[in-house]
Structures are given as structure tokens and as C-alpha cells.
């Protein structure tokens, strides 16, 4: 298909010259939609700068791979150079339901902030990621894509490693949409945008619950009746890309003690901690679904079932209702009734978000204390993503908490963020680690495009 595109670009061009006109025209039937026509536009305007520099653009044309980490409120994306994996732009697109803004890292994207038009702000993740793809084909418009990755936060029990996608593989993820509704539709929508514009193009699904496929068989059993689990009804378990990106640096930090018994706490939007030994999962908060474990921004996490049958048979409520009040009303944005943003509630004086907070503190030691007990004890305790990597305040009260482990902290290193937040007489170290979830998309891309190549 990309091939008749460019046929069709290229007569474009070459009948706007004989018509006079001073820029290509493009006529494609391909391009039926708003974002297959900016991005018909943006091949156009290349195809006409090599025609017109063919020695320069080829020496300023580099391979480069794009990654999307589409998550339930922000969309985070780079795009790193192929040989070296180093990020040529790393942003994020935040505030998706309120106010979106784009945030381009300090290093890598620095030289092309001022370049990137202003995002909409009202726009959600299917509008979002057309802008985010006109934008990287405007400003890299010398960037020779190879391949594109993808988070994708559900692979069922069908995928535990990275997957290159066809219309079989799509096909299976978009039937998982029912177990991460508030995720898989986001992860999915650049994966379908970019199959409608370059479908020549390889693109790589990397799953969330991959990672934890080396968990015990009794690990991921609910006490359901046997067809249930047989029919896949299991404890899968979610951030499996941040968690191994983090087991991976982990000696780094924590030398031999990375490979002990070791507790991350990925405390974000959405929030879940995982048991490590040796580098690998054994346990984790999340489980079928990615509503269960911690209390997370707007999500309830673990609840009684019992509530779930009280709200359908007494209280009349449709299972649409349930699933729009656990997903999207509920956590910290429904027990402080203000805000699902950790950020706004400790600089509120409102005693509900207080409540808030500590409610969600109070979760993560408890989980801290079932999480220790499946791995043996506990060496060393990791917090990231947004909530564990910039909150001092939270990650304090979830360290107090757990301090019957032997966990001391350090109140300045703490302050600091780290890296280590342990004082000297701590039996666990604690360490602030910023996660990387798109370097392991990244890395995995590159590997199954650059073998398909081959």
C-alpha cells in the first residue's frame, strides 16, 4: 500500500510542475482520512527535497526508531537513532481529560522544542497521536524510520515475549480490550494509525504482563473453579516493562543485593508493585486486570467482590455504571472528591485529601508486607514512576509505615530523591530509580526489525 502511496505522491509532484504549481500537490486515494493526509503531505515534502538535494539529504538522513508509550493519561514518546539506541527526542504528552501539554525532555529534544507546535489541549489519545505523528514527521523530516515500538499493556496468555504485529496479532490484542479497557484501546490506536500510513513499515508490541510469565504457577491461580482458569482467567500482572527495565539496572544501585529479595514500587497514575528474586518476577499487586492492587489515581484497586454484587443487586446499577466508577471515579480522585493527582493533594488543605493520601500510603505498606512474605524478606526496596520518583512526602509515609521490615530512611537523601534514600544503619536499601520504559520498547524493536531486515 505504501508503495502505490509514494506512486501516487510522486506522479503528484511531478503534475504540479507541468501545471505550474510551486509545491507538490498530492492526490491519493489512500489518503481518506485528516491524519493519512498530513502525513501524505509530510512524505510529499520529502520526496520533493530529495529530488531537489539528493547529495544532502542522504547525508543527513538518519535510521531511527519510534516508540510509543501510550498510557491512561499521558501519551510518551522518543525516537531513538538505531546503532547507538540513543534518544534523538523523548517527550510526553500529559494531562489527556484535562489540560494537554507537551513536555520535552531537557537532553534529548531540547534542540527541537521550539519546533513543536502547541498540542490541543482538549484533544484525547486517538487526536493526540495523529498531532504527535504530523509533529515527528514535520520536525525529524530527515529521519529515516525503521520500525516503531509499542507498550501494550495486556498480551494474555498468548504472548510472554515481544511480538512483531500483522493483522493476526492486532486481531488477538483488540479481543483483550475488555481486561485493560482504560489502556489497551490507547496502546492499540498508534499501532492501527501507523498500519494505515506505512504499513510496510515492522512494528513491535511489547506487553506489560511479559514480564511477570516466570511467576510460580500458585502465584497467578485465583480460587476459582478449574474452567475458569483453564479458560485463562489468571493473575497476570501489569508494568512489566518498567520492571524490567529496573531489574536490569538494578546492580548498578544495589550490587550483588539487586539480586536478592527485591520490591519495586511503580507508584504512578496507575500504580502496582512487583517481588523480584534473582532479576525475575514471583509476585505482584496487579492481577487479571489492571484495576486491582494499590489504590492508583482514579482507579479503586483491590476490593471486596461483595461491593461489585452490592452496587449491581441493591443499589440497581449497570455494569457500565460499576466499570465507569472503579475505573474513573474511584482512588484517590474519589476519596478526595478533588483531585487524582498526588502533586494537588499535598498542596491542598482539604481534610479529604489528606485522607487520600494516607489511604494510599496505607495500601502500599500493606502490599509492601504480602509482597515480602512472597519473596522470602526483603534487601532492597525501589520506588518510580511519577508518584515514586517526585513525592519525598509519600514515599516517607509508606517507608514509616514499613519500617518494622528494618526499612530507615534518610530524610535528606530522601529530599534529594536519591538515588539511595537509606540511612547507614538501614537493613533494606531504598532507592529512587527513574524507570525507562522506552528504552526496553526501543531495544526490543530494533532486534525484530533489524532481524527482519535480515
Partial sequence: MIAKQLIYLAGAEAAGIVLGARVPIVLTSRADGTLARLASCA?????AALRREPEEWRQSVSDAILVFNAGSSSIKFA???TVSLEPLCRGVLEGIGRAVRLNLDAKAGASSRSRFAKPPETAIHAEL???????????YDTTNIVGAGHRVVHGGQGYADPVLVDADVLSALSALIPLAPNHQPHNLAPINAIANLWPSLPQVACFDTAFHRTQPRIAQLFALPRKYLDGGILRYGFHGLSYDFIAGVLPDYAGPRAGGRVIVAHLGHGASMCALKDGRSVATTMGFTALDGLMMGKRCGALDPGVILHLLQQKGMSTEDVANLLNNQSGLLGVSGCSDDVRDLEASDDPNAEEALSLFAYRAAREIGSLAAAAGGLDVLVFTAGIGEHSAAMRQRICTASGWLGIGLDDAANQRHGPKISHTDSSVDVFVIPTD??????????????GLAQ
Fill in 129 to 139: 497521536t495523529g498531532w504527535l505523528l504530523q509533529e515527528i514527521c514535520r520536525v
Fill in 437 to 450: 520504559e522506552e528504552i526496553v520498547i526501543a531495544r526490543a524493536t530494533w532486534r525484530l526489525a533489524a
Fill in 43 to 47: 512524505v510529499a515534502q520529502a520526496f
Fill in 79 to 81: 525516537l531513538y537513532e
